[in-house]
């Protein structure tokens, strides 16, 4: 792997701040920082010229955000205990579930049926307002797309199968109507 950048908060269960990337070692010569500040400078040279540190340092431009730095060392922690692979084999067979349960009740769906993710992607019968409204009441959150004409359910390592059966079930009150 060359490189590899990933936000922090949903899926890898830490908050906002930290965005930790990765470069291979042979390529840190290849990039150079898109910013200046004194952490990652070296030496200073004339005319406003800076020599950056050698190693991934060189984009430590500022001081770093140590809480969201141990809530991210945390999160990774409790998330290899549990296991990456134990959560795909968890989360995706929901996804399926779900994805099935929509195409049962007429939702148009976007999300393959052979998807290997735990993401389902599905089209908005009803205003985005009265959708809202009825989730918002149910205690379910979800994100709309496409200026509210789609719906993405994201399902994590803690969802579990009588919530998708939840789900489904308020989903009955914005279902599309049958031709």
Do not use: C
């Amino acid at each position: 792997m060359d490189f590899l950048a990933s936000g922090t908060y949903k899926w890898l269960l830490a908050g906002f701040g930290t965005a930790p990337f990765y470069v291979r070692g042979e390529l840190l010569d290849r990039i150079r920082p898109d910013r200046i500040g004194h952490m990652h400078i070296e030496k200073a040279l004339s005319d406003y010229r800076y020599e950056f540190a050698k190693a991934a340092k060189k984009f430590e431009y500022a001081t770093l955000s140590f809480v969201s730095i141990y809530q991210l060392g945390a999160s990774l922690a409790y998330l290899d205990r549990v296991g990456v692979q134990r959560i795909a084999s968890h989360t995706i067979p929901l996804a399926g579930e779900l994805r099935n349960g929509l195409v049962e009740r007429g939702f148009r769906v976007f999300t393959p049926a052979e998807n290997a993710s735990s993401i389902v992607a599905f089209f908005n019968p009803q205003p985005q307002e009265v959708v809202s409204k009825i989730l918002d009441e149910a205690g379910i959150e979800v994100s709309f797309r496409e200026n509210g004409a789609q719906i993405r359910v994201g399902i994590a390592l803690f969802n579990n199968s009588s919530e998708i059966g939840r789900f489904l079930e308020i989903v009955e009150k914005f279902r599309p109507s049958r031709p």
